[in-house]
């Protein structure tokens, strides 16, 4: 079955510093891949969608520049948290989508914890 | 094997009927059953949180845990267009840890 691997899945790190969350599909290829964001005990929020060779859509309220998402294979996006503060702490998710409608595969998610 | 597995459908109802989802799960030590509901282009909602064994309800909506069996489900009464959507199942071991989903499953429900 579908694979999502998403690396690390626990980070903790100064404020003003960048740190990486990659998501990776093992056994597909991942047309489209989703960054989510969660708070505890709440739903996820969709940051962004990216699709292999082109720009991440942002949704409302989510800073691009703060939040860079590479989507550069069909197997690998990675999202940075830039500068990170402490306010950015948070449950980040990934999903991938093969795009041939057997529904959406989530990475297991990163608890980033800015110090 | 796949942690969690759900079936990706796609359920098509009359509105009105009784929706049942369903999940198995092959890690026994899963603690905190979740179901989402996501519309198309949004994430995914949180609909009901349980933890542990037994059943909660939420108006139209109730969720099932049976650890013995590691099958949960989440059943829709009175189902309406409104519910048109996917449904995902997601658990984890302890609260704000790694979660586990499904892949979720789509439905329809017709006027």
């Known amino acids: 079955g579908a694979v999502v691997s998403q690396h690390p899945s626990r980070v903790i790190c100064k404020s003003g510093t960048s740190v990486k969350i990659e998501c990776r599909s093992l056994?597909?290829?991942?047309?489209?891949m989703f960054w989510y964001r969660q708070f505890p005990k709440q739903s996820l929020m969709l940051m962004a969608t990216s699709n292999e060779g082109s720009k991440a859509t942002y949704e409302q309220g989510v800073e691009k520049d703060k939040f860079l998402i590479n989507h550069a294979s069909l197997t690998l996006s990675t999202l940075t948290v830039t500068s990170a503060h402490p306010e950015d702490s948070s449950f980040y998710i990934c999903?991938?989508?093969?795009?041939?409608?057997?529904?959406?595969?989530f990475g297991s998610g990163t608890r980033l914890t800015v110090v | 094997q796949k942690e969690v597995e759900q079936d990706p459908g796609p359920l098509s109802v009359p509105e009105g009927a009784i929706v049942s989802l369903n999940c198995t799960y092959s890690?026994?030590?899963?603690?905190?059953f979740m179901w989402y509901r996501q519309y198309s282009r949004k994430g995914p909602e949180l609909l009901m949180y349980t933890y542990s064994s037994g059943n909660k309800e939420d108006g139209r909506f109730t969720a099932q845990v049976d650890k013995s069996s590691k099958y949960i489900s989440l059943f829709i009464r009175d189902s309406q267009p409104s519910d048109s959507a996917t449904y995902l199942c997601?658990?984890?071991?302890?609260?704000?840890?790694?979660?586990?989903f499904g892949t979720g499953t789509s439905l329809t429900v017709i006027p």
């Open positions: 999903s991938a989508s093969s795009g041939l409608g057997d529904g959406y595969t």
């Open positions: 056994d597909f290829q991942a047309t489209t």
């Open positions: 997601a658990m984890s071991l302890n609260t704000g840890n790694q979660f586990y």
């Open positions: 890690n026994s030590a899963f603690q905190y």
